[in-house]
């Protein structure tokens, strides 16, 4: 039995409780005062008659405050902590006396040596762990926490050794031992794999409900993860800027700038000051200007539809992917940076290379990664996911609740081929709650353009036959599904033709896993 005795500071309370426990002749197996000056007493069960008279004996001694019975001693506690924690660590811990004598090991060790907690307690532990003289090391001047790559059952280790100090009762300390925490090549790398992980929180914003977006979000993970330049490929307001915000904070950089670019319009000489900045007097500018390369630094920078790039800007842009470096406008100083690429287009790049409207050295400096982002309409079990995740965002700026979808609106929303994607999408919700007055949102609130003309896949300036126009419509077709249906079987299903059919049609228009990023 243990009791937990809590009571003032007065001088002799102590023998006082002592007292009682030889006027009842109990046996005391350990006596424990805290801190907070708390008596803890063990001794072995006692009758139940005994204990009865014992408690309120206890309790009328004067300072006490209360009594009661408590299932560990302090020790005890700490003891049963220390085991639960050794038990628990996947690595080998040895703790060591000053001699080099092992006094404790944990389950990782036991098991590594295929051996019993007895035979290894009390062995040499250079007998164990090679490659660091540890007594030298505790017989030192100044003894100091280590790391050391060392040997232990013929396996390399980095071991942290640390120096074990326990006060000597005049204020100073001396050396108890050290403890050794070992890790493998292999626990290192599972570790920093965790580290470098991408976060779920980036992807958070990302409402991932289909199978196609869920996939998606799987590979950016992944591609976060690696520094190299990724190719985003979309519709226009699919969410390929997201997608690349959430690739760069769940990346190495994530505490860096991320800077954009939107390369859609903008003319060479504005294009080249923004990228690479001007030295003064250049282009009429008194002061100095920094790029976005420069202040990107260590981050990324996002080239928004790089496909609508110049080729002089082109040429320009491939110097920096391939030597790491640029030149102001109007300085000759080469600048050196440290950036990651992440670009997105809407346009098929490899066609635009074989049309010569895009330099083939830089469209595969760009696509070492990529990504597809479906749009909105095929993948309609996002769409009610997105719906309520915008109405949710809006309303708490508007300062309102969140109103509540009915049928009609959530058919209407699934139904609609949304042409402008996850973008018209927010904004058409936006424009509906601003005006509804309402709890509840209906087909009728929600205002968007007629869907009978369907949504167009190619460019409305119709330049060659209707054939060629069809065989045209057919490769960009084929094109874009190839990445999500790489098979043969499994692009024949999804077009209701035949295996041969498609294989012909993807051998005529020279699509295949060389030619297209899967």
Not at 54 to 70: A, F, N, Q, S
Not at 94 to 115: R, W
Not at 203 to 229: C, I, N
Not at 392 to 406: A, D, E, F, M
Request: charged share 25%.
């Amino acid at each position: 039995m243990r009791l937990e005795i809590s009571c003032q500071d007065r001088l002799g309370i102590t023998q006082d409780v002592l007292d009682i426990l030889v006027e009842y002749e109990i046996d005391l197996r350990g006596i424990e005062i805290d801190k907070a000056g708390k008596i803890f007493l063990h001794f072995p069960n006692i009758d139940f008659g005994d204990f009865q008279h014992l408690m309120p004996k206890i309790r009328r001694i004067e300072g006490i405050e209360d009594v009661k019975t408590t299932p560990f001693m302090p020790i005890e506690r700490e003891q049963n902590q220390l085991r639960a924690l050794l038990k628990t660590l996947p690595d080998p811990v040895f703790s060591i006396d000053p001699k080099g004598q092992v006094l404790l090991v944990n389950e990782a060790v036991l098991s590594s040596l295929e051996s019993d907690y007895e035979d290894v307690v009390g062995q040499d532990i250079t007998e164990l762990v090679k490659g660091f003289n540890f007594v030298r090391w505790m017989d030192g001047k100044d003894v100091y926490a280590q790391t050391h790559k060392v040997k232990f059952i013929e396996q390399d280790f980095l071991a942290d050794i640390l120096p074990i100090n326990v006060t000597d009762g005049e204020g100073g300390e001396i050396l108890a031992g050290a403890v050794l925490l070992l890790k493998s090549e292999y626990r290192l790398g599972q570790q920093l794999t965790v580290f470098h992980q991408a976060s779920d929180d980036c992807f958070a914003q990302v409402q991932a409900q289909s199978v196609q977006m869920k996939r998606v979000v799987r590979e950016a993970k992944k591609m976060a993860e690696l520094d190299a330049p990724i190719l985003i490929y979309g519709e226009t307001g699919a969410g390929k800027e997201l997608i690349a915000r959430a690739c760069h904070q769940a990346s190495r950089r994530g505490t860096s700038p991320f800077l954009v670019l939107n390369c859609a319009a903008i003319p060479d000489e504005v294009a080249e000051q923004e990228l690479f900045g001007c030295a003064p007097g250049s282009y009429g500018n008194e002061k100095s200007q920094v790029g976005l390369l420069e202040q990107a630094q260590s981050g990324t920078l996002f080239l928004d539809e790089v496909g609508d790039m110049s080729l002089q800007m082109q040429a320009k842009l491939l110097r920096v992917l391939q030597d790491g470096s640029f030149r102001r406008v109007g300085d000759a100083t080469e600048v050196k940076v440290d950036v990651r690429i992440i670009s997105t287009t809407q346009k098929d790049l490899s066609l635009m290379v074989q049309e010569g409207k895009f330099r083939e050295d830089l469209y595969y400096r760009l696509n070492v990664l990529s990504l597809a982002i479906p749009p909105l309409r095929e993948r309609k079990s996002d769409i009610i996911a997105l719906a309520e995740f915008f109405l949710k965002q809006q309303s708490s700026k508007l300062g309102r609740r969140p109103p509540t979808l009915n049928k009609s609106c959530v058919d209407y929303l699934q139904s609609y081929p949304w042409p402008g994607n996850v973008r018209q999408l927010e904004n058409a919700l936006y424009r509906a709650l601003s005006l509804l007055e309402k709890d509840e949102l209906g087909r009728d609130d929600v205002q968007l353009p007629s869907s009978m003309g369907a949504p167009s896949y190619f460019s409305e300036q119709i330049e060659g036959t209707l054939d060629q126009e069809v065989k045209r419509f057919e490769k960009d077709l084929l094109r874009r599904l190839y990445p999500s249906y790489p098979s043969t079987r499994q692009l024949a299903k999804k077009l209701g033709l035949s295996h041969t059919a498609i294989a012909n049609k993807l051998r005529e228009y020279g699509i295949n896993k060389k030619t297209v990023k899967v």
